[in-house]
């Protein structure tokens, strides 16, 4: 994953009433932190901060930062939005080693079609829609593909079954179901009367 640039000024004020001014005038407040260095309070570009989380890469993307006449490999992490208007309000970036694995969730994207299961009148039940994996800076991927095609009502694709790019792993419990072959809703809301029928005759 290439390197995308973002200026940061340091030696912006600390409290609420000075992160208010700052967004008036298209500032967003943030820290910088990791790797043992004192945390330093910046400010970037609202403008420039939408570009870089606007790319594939969202969050995960790398981040070359410059501060004055240093720059620091950095990912942005906590990122803090309006409530209301969902705009962001803050971020912290945390400093990187280009050699040291991070984590990152990885957003999980379904390919493919899923034949037997549309024939059959059921429903791709998407059920794990990111993925943490651990990986250098360069190699975290924008997305995991998950291939569908395959998939067959009642059946699933469990995370032990996807195929991560090389030098990318994850601690996710390989069983965890990443999408379901649901059945028709109309037998599955059958099934479900079923057993709850099934259910109060027991206790009756």
């Known amino acids: 994953m290439a390197e995308i640039t973002l200026r940061a000024t340091a030696g912006r004020g600390i409290g ?4 208010r001014r700052l967004r008036r005038e298209g500032q967003i407040p943030a ?13 970037v570009s609202k403008r420039d901060l939408r570009t870089v989380l606007g790319t594939d890469a969202g969050s995960n993307a790398v981040l070359s930062l410059h501060i004055g006449g240093d720059r620091y490999l950095a990912l942005a992490r906590e990122i803090q939005r309006h409530p209301v208007r969902g705009t962001v309000v803050h971020v912290d970036f945390q400093v990187v080693d280009p050699d040291e694995a991070v984590s990152a969730d990885v957003p999980v994207v379904l390919v493919g079609e899923a034949t037997a299961v549309a024939h059959g009148d059921g429903i791709v039940d998407q059920q794990l829609f990111t993925l943490t994996v651990q990986a250098t800076p360069s190699r975290i991927p924008s997305s995991i593909e998950v291939d569908v ?4 009502i009642g059946g699933a ?5 996807v195929v991560l790019p090389p030098g990318v792993t994850t601690d996710v419990d390989p069983e965890t179901t990443v999408v379901h072959g649901a059945p028709p809703r109309v037998q599955a809301r059958a099934e479900g009367a079923a057993e709850g029928a099934e259910a109060a005759a027991a206790e009756g």
């Open 16 to 19: 609420s009433s000075e992160a």
């Open 31 to 43: 820290v910088v932190y990791g790797h043992g260095m004192e945390a330093i309070a910046v400010a």
């Open 149 to 152: 095609s395959g998939l067959t």
């Open 157 to 161: 694709v469990r995370v032990a079954e």
